[in-house]
T-cell receptor, first 111, second 117 residues
Framework: GAGVSQSPSNKVTEKGKDVELRCDPI?????LYWYRQSLGQGLEFLIY????????KSGLPSDRFSAERTGGSVSTLTIQRTQQEDSAVYLC?????????FGPGTRLTVT | AQSVTQLGSHVSVSEGALVLLRCNYS??????LFWYVQYPNQGLQLLLK??????LVKGINGFEAEFKKSETSFHLTKPSAHMSDAAEYFC???????????????FGAGTRLAVHP
């Protein structure tokens, strides 16, 4: 079956621009996560959505980062006024029972 | 608070040799533990998981790991390395679901495995 998909696969943006990254989870998965993978910080949790509950935003690094999940399915991670330190691979995962399934990631490069 | 330490950022083995990737965790409650593999330019794939059932866990591709509470370890092993095992491996911990805390994975820094002929 279809796995978690993310778009775009690569994004190059200029410093100061806003970007939106999209995640399509596996159908029927109620939990959705965003992680960031960067050279200096490894794999970091960003935000977690579970059904209609308030999201756990405890991993967002600054108020320039936000995410939403519409209709309990697709999620968008938005980074405003991008900085060079935002360059990383952004991974999305969805969960059924005990296992998180990861998408291929979006590689963001801020120039 | 939970944390994961992977000993050795790079491990190199010969094809056919034993693979041992080390992972130690810190957790105030009995954790769930995971090993993920990441091939170049790909996402993370679950190799195996420990969720408080059998302490010896068998995963895909011939990998297994043993949960040792006394040593707070969850080392990953494979008896005989294949060239195709070359990848980066991540150990991760999360609180168990019954504690209401299963909301994120805490990852180790990763171990890059190289397999040479």
């Amino acid at each position: 079956g279809a796995g978690v998909s993310q778009s775009p696969s690569n994004k190059v943006t200029e410093k100061g621009k806003d970007v939106e990254l999209r995640c399509d989870p596996i159908s029927g998965h109620t939990a959705l996560y965003w992680y960031r993978q960067s050279l200096g910080q490894g794999l970091e949790f960003l935000i977690y959505f579970q059904g209609n509950s308030a999201p756990d935003k405890s991993g967002l690094p600054s108020d320039r980062f936000s995410a939403e999940r519409t209709g309990g399915s697709v999620s968008t991670l938005t980074i405003q006024r991008t900085q060079q330190e935002d360059s990383a691979v952004y991974l999305c995962a969805s969960r059924l029972e005990g296992e998180q399934y990861f998408g291929p990631g979006t590689r963001l490069t801020v120039t | 608070a939970q944390s994961v330490t992977q000993l050795g950022s790079h491990v190199s083995v010969s094809e056919g040799a034993l693979v041992l990737l080390r992972c130690n965790y810190s957790s105030s409650v009995p954790p769930y533990l995971f090993w993920y593999v990441q091939y170049p330019n790909q996402g993370l794939q679950l190799l195996l998981k420990y969720t408080s059932a059998a302490t010896l866990v068998k995963g895909i591709n011939g990998f297994e790991a043993e949960f040792k509470k006394s040593e707070t370890s969850f080392h990953l092993t494979k008896p005989s390395a294949h060239m195709s095992d070359a990848a980066e491996y991540f150990c991760a911990v999360s609180p168990p679901m019954f504690s209401g805390g299963y909301n994120k994975l805490i990852f180790g820094a990763g171990t890059r495995l190289a397999v040479h002929p």
